[in-house]
C-alpha cells in the first residue's frame, strides 16, 4: 500500500477536510503512525477508509473498528449519564431562579403596555382628527379633476363609437 496520501485523492472530501489537509501538509503527505495519531482528531479517518482503502483492508477495518467502538460507548455510557443526570439538576435550578424574573417581567409588561396604550391613545386621535381633516381637503380638490376626467372619457368614447363605419 502507498505511504502517500495526495490532495487528489481527496476529492470526494468535504471542503474543510480538503482546506485542512492542504493547509497542514500542502498537496501530499508520507503518512505514518505518528502522523495518523497526531492529527487523529483533525481527519475523517472513517471516510478515508471508505474512499481510500480497497475492498478488503476497508471490511478489515470495519472488522477492527467495530471492538474499539464497542469499548468507547461502554466506557463514554456511565460519563453520559453523570452529565445528563447533572445537567437536569442545573436546569431545574436554573428554571427555579428563572421563574420569579418571568413573574416580574410579565408583571411589568402589562404595566407597561397599560401605560403606553393610556398615553398613545390620545396621539391616535390627534392623527385621526388630522388626518379626516386632510381627506376632506384631498377629497373637496380631487372631486372636480374626476368629474372632468369622466367627462373626457365620455367624450372621448363617444367620439370614437360615432366614428366607427
Not at 500542502?26 to 505518528?34: A, E, N
Not at 407597561?112 to 390620545?122: C, G, I, T
Request: net charge neutral; aromatic share 12%; hydrophobic share 40%.
Amino acid at each position: 500500500m502507498p505511504s502517500i496520501i495526495t490532495l487528489a485523492q481527496l476529492n470526494g472530501a468535504c471542503k474543510d477536510q480538503r482546506d485542512l489537509f492542504k493547509q497542514t501538509f500542502g498537496k501530499q503527505v508520507h503518512l505514518t503512525l505518528d502522523l495518523a495519531e497526531k492529527h487523529a482528531a483533525d481527519f475523517d479517518f472513517d471516510w478515508a477508509s471508505q474512499n481510500l482503502l480497497p475492498s478488503p483492508l476497508l471490511a478489515e477495518y470495519r472488522r477492527q473498528r467495530a471492538p474499539l467502538l464497542a469499548e468507547y460507548r461502554r466506557q463514554q455510557a456511565p460519563l453520559l449519564a453523570e452529565y445528563e443526570r447533572q445537567r437536569v439538576l442545573l436546569l431545574a435550578e436554573y428554571e427555579r431562579q428563572q421563574a420569579p424574573l418571568w413573574d416580574e417581567y410579565e408583571r411589568q409588561r402589562v404595566l407597561l403596555w397599560a401605560e403606553y396604550e393610556r398615553q398613545e391613545a390620545p396621539l391616535w386621535a390627534e392623527y385621526a382628527r388630522q388626518r379626516a381633516s386632510l381627506l376632506a381637503e384631498y377629497e373637496r380638490q380631487r372631486a372636480p379633476l374626476w368629474a372632468g376626467y369622466q367627462r373626457q372619457k365620455a367624450r372621448l368614447f363617444t367620439t370614437l363609437y360615432l366614428s366607427a363605419p
